[in-house]
């Protein structure tokens, strides 16, 4: 049955109060079958605790755990079902704000759906052949799968451990994991009602060099629609082996990352891994209708689990890039950023490659350089939905936008490259480094004037955007600059020293440093369906630590 049919048994949990709990995954010795047991019990498979703050500091948090005496493929599964157990009334929230409707019971007929149902399914089948060689790689996919199989069955009450083969809904929790590379897949299939708009702008990216090379700071802003502002910091424990036959423990066994009610990834992306890597990734799309013709179903990984499997298993930004480039889907399509504190050693002034691997995907196409000493040159490295790479930019038809529309799609004239190049040189410490990363004083700054528009002054133009401040009857030369329930959603920092214990500085919600904080009842979208949300955004950055 349906996802969308099954939520209705969670029309219970829809209230404002906090769903705080530990479970338990527990194997019987006797029946071999999985149980779900409150609290934290000796011997259990995997546990989960969910600490639910956000009414009071804008996030959830997630610890999830595994046990590795038992074998991989039963860890992963009960990972699944631990999560959904704890974070239940958020997943039906978040499906309920976010995904409810999208190729639902009454779009399900539609031909883009049929399309898209057909593509998932394809895909699903060609990689289970896949899975079925063995291999390393194939080990850590159908690992994954099978953490979101666990994660579907336990929010559906129907906990049953596959022996073997089994089978992921195409339309279900499998879309909260697909968000990114929808966006592709939307154009590549042709969907009619699309609302692919040239520039829709998704996430800023900052790593700064402090004064005398004394740390390093790795921030993301994740640009969203405000409906997706449930939030969850996680932490994952998965000690699988590299191999499906055992050895050693997979590199990146340790996760801390920005995340999402029902998604067993960052999404954002934002990721602190036990391997030392520090990865993220601002969006960079693809302009450039010739190169659908890459997307296929066979021979191709989705962006997320590619995404899933460099995490778990590289030790270095090369590694991280050789894992990613395999099996391209051309969905999803980023600028990654790699950060392997290994390199880093605060006050050395002397490069140390394999600091910085950026890494840029198209369909048909990944692009992958060091840029560790560029990185030491200029102070900073800023990443904000352009690509860098000259073979990217021409190939993805970044140049007929700039033809088009003018600097706004200029890798080194876009408004946040001027802002971020003009204030890094103010980052000194955290507070400044939060500061640069939460900025939009688009009334009064010059970069964020735009001559097209009218008004002027446009609240996209700023590292953290908000879009719900532009005028609705507005006149703008392409719809990113409209009005539109979209902006900068969060904020996420770390340091060197951060990062080893894998904490973060984050704050959640829309920026209101020189701006008002977004109020969904006052604003235009409070129609919208935002359950369990704040109706007031105004939080103040947190510091996430772990026991």
Known sequence: ????????????????????????????????????????????????????????????????????????SIQAYAAGVAEAAVSQRLIYMHWMNTLMGYCGPYKYQTAYCEK???????????????????????HQIRLALL?????????????????????????????????????????????????????????????????????????????????????????????????QNGGTVIPGSVQTFSSYPGTIFSGDDFYLLSSGLVTLETTIGNSNPVLWKYINPQGSVMEWLRNIVANRLATGG??????????????????????????????????????????????????????????????????????????????????????????????????????????????????SMIHLMRYNDYLHDPLSYCSSCEPKQNAENAISARSDLNAANGTYPFGALRQRQHGGTDMKVTTYDMAKLFQMVAVNGPTWDQVPPFQWSTSPYSNLMHMGHPDIWKFSPVTIHWD
């Not at 048994?9 to 404002?16: A, E």
């Not at 999985?34 to 989960?48: D, F, I």
């Not at 929808?182 to 060099?209: F, H, P, V, Y």
């Open 1 to 72: 049955m349906a996802v969308w049919l099954l939520a209705i048994v969670l029309l219970l949990f829809t209230g404002g109060e906090a769903q705080n709990s530990t479970v338990s995954v527990v194997l019987s010795p006797t029946t071999g079958q999985l149980t779900v047991v409150q609290g934290k019990k000796p011997g259990a498979v995997a546990w989960a605790q969910l600490t639910d703050n956000i009414q009071e500091t804008g996030w959830a948090v997630l610890k999830l755990q595994t046990d590795a005496k038992y074998n991989d």
């Open 116 to 138: 898209l149902q057909n593509y998932l399914q394809a895909n699903l089948d060609w990689m289970q052949q896949e899975m079925e060689t063995g291999g390393d790689y194939w």
């Open 147 to 243: 953490q979101l199989k666990g994660l579907e069955d336990s929010y559906n009450g129907r906990i049953t451990f596959p022996l073997d083969k089994f089978t992921i809904n195409p339309f279900g929790f499998l879309l909260f994991q697909l968000g990114g590379d929808l966006e592709d897949l939307e154009s590549a299939l042709n969907k009619s009602e699309s609302s692919t708009q040239k520039g829709t702008g998704s996430c800023s990216a900052l790593i700064k060099l402090l004064p005398g090379n004394k740390d390093l700071f790795v921030s993301h802003d994740t640009w969203n629609t405000y409906q997706s502002m449930l939030r969850i910091i996680k932490k994952y424990t998965l000690p699988f082996r590299i191999s």
């Open 318 to 431: 090369k590694e991280w890039a050789n894992i990613f480039s395999k099996f391209n889907s051309g969905t999803y399509n980023n600028q990654w950023m790699i950060v392997d504190y290994n390199k880093f050693h605060a006050g050395q002034t002397e490069v140390t490659a394999g600091l910085l691997t950026v890494l840029e995907q198209i369909p048909g196409m990944v692009v992958t350089d060091d840029k560790s000493e560029e990185l030491y040159r200029r102070g900073y490295w800023a990443s904000y939905n352009l690509p860098y790479f000259e073979t990217v930019f021409n190939a993805s038809g970044v140049p007929a936008l700039v033809d088009k529309y003018g600097d706004w799609f200029d890798y080194h004239k876009n408004p946040r490259a001027q802002i971020f190049q003009r204030d890094h040189m103010q980052v000194k410490d955290l507070a």
